[in-house]
T-cell receptor, first 113, second 112 residues
Framework: NAGVTQTPKFQVLKTGQSMTLQCAQD?????MYWYRQDPGMGLRLIYY???????DKGEVPNGYNVSRLNKREFSLRLESAAPSQTSVYFC????????????FGDGTRLSIL | DQQVKQNSPSLSVQEGRISILNCDYT??????FLWYKKYPAEGPTFLIS?????DKNEDGRFTVFLNKSAKHLSLHIVPSQPGDSAVYFC???????????FGQGTRLTINP
């Protein structure tokens, strides 16, 4: 009964380093999402994938890339980390028929020094 | 441009009383609204939703009210319990968008 699994849970990077955050879901959902949560800002959408093979930009895509590896997995990559990317990152998935709630992983806490 | 706003960063309520969390939105295209609950070090958990064709949806102790003319929704928790202490996010989307827009969150504390 895993739902949405994110790895790693914590990471500290130096400015300029690269990193890939992993996300996998076992609910056979078509749609997957990456958000960041910052104090006082709620959750902001970085990228999403409506179905396997497609990705689209969200509200704050700059500095990030994504890959929809298959139906289960959706990864987020920081090519050259910056202190402004210090945040908590959440992955989510949902069915794509009509209005359906998104189901979230427990997040990755990322600090960029 | 904050399309979904939760103007109260925090709310403190006595156990057993009613908790009312509020949310305002600006985009009249939104037709689906949700509330999520978040505990520390965990991801948001879906709580309850409402479609714009309704003005009320109830699930146990939780009721969401939607006032489309005022572009306002609220979450009522009755009676409030200590386990309800968490951050609550409202979110909205419109048909076909598949994207949720979140408010900033309200930290609810239930006092014994």
């Amino acid at each position: 009964n895993a739902g949405v699994t994110q790895t790693p849970k914590f990471q500290v990077l130096k400015t300029g380093q690269s990193m890939t955050l992993q996300c996998a879901q076992d609910m056979n959902h078509n749609s997957m999402y990456w958000y960041r949560q910052d104090p006082g800002m709620g959750l902001r959408l970085i990228y999403y994938s409506a179905s396997e093979g497609t990705t689209d930009k969200g509200e704050v895509p700059n500095g990030y890339n994504v890959s929809r590896l298959n139906k289960r997995e959706f990864s987020l990559r920081l090519e050259s980390a910056a202190p402004s990317q210090t945040s908590v990152y959440f992955c989510a998935s949902s069915e794509d028929r009509g209005n359906q709630p998104q189901h979230f992983g427990d997040g990755t806490r990322l600090s960029i020094l | 441009d904050q399309q979904v706003k939760q103007n109260s960063p925090s709310l403190s309520v006595q156990e057993g009383r009613i908790s009312i969390l509020n949310c305002d939105y600006t985009n009249s295209m939104f037709d689906y609204f949700l509330w999520y609950k978040k505990y520390p070090a965990e991801g948001p958990t879906f709580l309850i939703s409402i479609s714009s064709i309704k003005d009320k949806n109830e699930d146990g102790r939780f009721t969401v009210f939607l006032n489309k003319s005022a572009k306002h929704l609220s979450l009522h928790i009755v009676p409030s319990q200590p386990g309800d202490s968490a951050v609550y996010f409202c979110a909205a989307s419109h048909a076909g968008a598949q994207k949720l827009v979140f408010g900033q969150g309200t930290r609810l504390t239930i006092n014994p």
